[in-house]
């Protein structure tokens, strides 16, 4: 797979957490080079970050498909690299059933048939330039009983650009659970400074 995107630190992250579960994952924020450097052929999933240009965004979807017609896209819900993570994760693997998030109450309501294993935590990020810093806090991790629970979200997690991952048993859900802020999307809307370079080979680098 490879993961085109902006942060490097975000990039690097997420390639060396997919590694180390057992995924042939690459990353690269090089966006014009980006052709030439991967056989693309070979690449099944390409995941997107929130921060590549919609035209870019575009442009690389339709070459890719040309060169790759099997190949899937999946965009990212956030530069957080476990979020990236998580996401493949349940492309992967399929999401948990009886998940819901109720965002007026700000808590999840999670079904189980048997007892199993949950862990949900919240994420967000700060933004300190030039890289975002990634936060987290855990919010439940243990066994629960067959039956209906409600998790609520703790006032740590903010209100805007948050995230949540649902972890039951092997199956893990990535889900956003707090409004995208303006600043956000005016940053990913306008030019920016050219990143730190990154073009990862697996698995040498």
Do not use: C
């Amino acid at each position: 797979m490879l993961i085109v995107g902006r942060s490097a630190s975000v990039l690097l992250d997420a390639v060396a957490m997919l590694r180390d579960r057992g995924y042939g994952a690459n990353a690269s924020n090089q966006f014009d080079t980006l052709l030439n450097d991967y056989d693309l052929g070979e690449v099944d999933l390409v995941v997107f970050g929130g921060m590549v240009p919609p035209a870019t965004k575009e442009r690389l979807r339709t070459d890719i498909h040309e060169l790759n017609p099997r190949v899937s896209f999946l965009q990212g819900l956030g530069g957080i690299a476990p979020l990236v993570v998580a996401q493949v994760e349940e492309y992967a693997g399929g999401a948990p059933s009886g998940v819901e998030y109720d965002p007026s109450a700000r808590l999840f309501r999670i079904a189980l048939g048997d007892a199993a294993p949950v862990k949900v935590e919240g994420l967000w990020a700060t933004f300190v330039p030039p890289e975002p810093v990634a936060q987290s806090v855990l919010i439940l991790d243990g066994e629960l009983a067959a039956g209906v629970h409600q998790i609520a979200i703790p006032d740590d997690v903010p209100r805007q650009g948050s995230y949540a991952t649902v972890r039951i048993g092997e199956r893990v859900s990535a889900l956003q659970i707090g409004e995208t802020p303006r600043s956000v999307k005016r940053l990913a809307a306008q030019p920016l400074p050219a990143p730190r370079p990154v073009t990862t080979h697996y698995p040498w680098q």
